[in-house]
């Protein structure tokens, strides 16, 4: 694993985009401009996509633009004041996660629903589809332009008990980020109570044991620190995180169509070439977990089986309410899907 933690660190550093944005180094008479994420900026998928875009745009309109981002909830957590900053321009660009953007768009919760998706490069290839352009169209009705889609990963589940099994973690209490029915109906299952926490408040809560337990990608996992207050961390790769790269219609309105462009395209660019690297940077955050002494449980396939059992009726229950013919496309793309070749 050395070797493969090697390598990919070498793969991630030979990425031909811009160098990383410096926030401090905006030019007097530039209009500056905010971007707001809630996870580490360096060596996280989120964070290095604002990063890289925020490089673009400060290279390619220098002297007129200046984004800076804003890391770790600095500036904004992912909740209603964000949305609020964005309509009333106090902050210009974010990347909520989906769980957060369920009330612009019901299909964003299809993220939500246990083992829709094989792996994240299959949630690649629906990213890259037709299809998750609806997603996009339900936010222009509450001011928003969804100018592409950043990828992270595969949630995992992490507890103070070792988990085997979904009744392994019953009758505890798990950080949720959104009040998403549908994350309700898994935990359910589980025998868990829904906690809903702030993301920059997981760690302390996990600490102190108002909860016991959360979902996160690897990356979140690691860069936060969640491993240093669970017993282990269970492989389940259950479902995705991803978050759609959102602007206000009032600022991309404001600018003339050259200029706008640039803002658009950058974007599309920026997430196409980031979003290749999620994988590896997810990977890297596994092996730095283990390499410091934290616990991941690897599944056998009769075990993940049980996991996929138990959350089968999840997507019974809720196809509907996402919209059946959304889903349907979502299950044909990830079955053609053969990332691999």
């Excluded at 589809?129 to 997603?135: E, H």
């Excluded at 934290?294 to 309410?321: C, M, N």
Aim: proline share 5%; with cysteine; glycine share 6%.
């Amino acid at each position: 694993m050395k070797t493969l933690t090697k390598f990919l660190t070498i793969a991630a550093m030979a990425l031909p985009l811009p160098a990383l944005a410096d926030p401090t180094a905006c030019d007097p008479g530039e209009e500056v401009l905010k971007f707001s994420v809630v996870t580490a900026l360096k060596g996280h998928p989120k964070g290095e996509a604002a990063l890289a875009y925020a490089a673009v745009i400060n290279s390619e309109l220098d002297g007129r633009y200046c984004v800076e981002v804003y890391g770790k909830s600095d500036l904004y957590p992912d909740d209603d004041t964000l949305f609020t900053a964005l309509r009333e321009g106090d902050a210009h660009f974010a990347m909520p996660a989906f769980a957060k953007t369920s009330s612009f768009s019901a299909k964003a919760d299809i993220f939500n629903l246990p083992f829709l998706f094989d792996g994240p490069l299959h949630v690649l290839e629906f990213l890259q589809s037709d299809t998750i352009d609806q997603i996009g169209d339900d936010f222009v009705d509450d001011g928003f332009a969804v100018l592409g889609y950043a990828s992270n990963g595969m949630r995992q589940f992490s507890a103070t008990v070792p988990m085997r099994s979904p009744g392994d973690a019953e009758g505890m209490s798990f950080r949720v980020s959104s009040g998403s029915p549908i994350t309700a109906a898994v935990l359910n299952i589980m025998g868990v109570t829904p906690v809903k926490l702030k993301f920059a408040d997981v760690y302390d809560n996990l600490d102190n044991g108002t909860v016991q337990g959360q979902e996160n990608t690897y990356a979140n996992i690691e860069k936060m620190g969640f491993y240093e207050v669970q017993a282990a961390v269970t492989e389940t790769n259950h479902t995705y995180i991803g978050y759609p790269m959102i602007a206000s219609l009032s600022f991309l309105d404001s600018l003339d169509a050259e200029t706008r462009s640039v803002f658009v395209n950058s974007a599309k660019l920026v997430l196409h070439e980031r979003n290749r690297f999620a994988f590896e940077l997810n990977q890297l955050s596994r092996q730095n977990i283990l390499d410091d002494d934290g616990i991941i449980i690897r599944l056998s396939d009769g075990e993940l089986q049980e996991w996929r059992d138990a959350f089968a009726p999840v997507l019974t229950e809720f196809k509907s309410s996402i919209g059946d013919e959304f889903v349907d496309a979502a299950i044909a793309i990830n079955a053609a899907a053969d990332p691999f070749n």
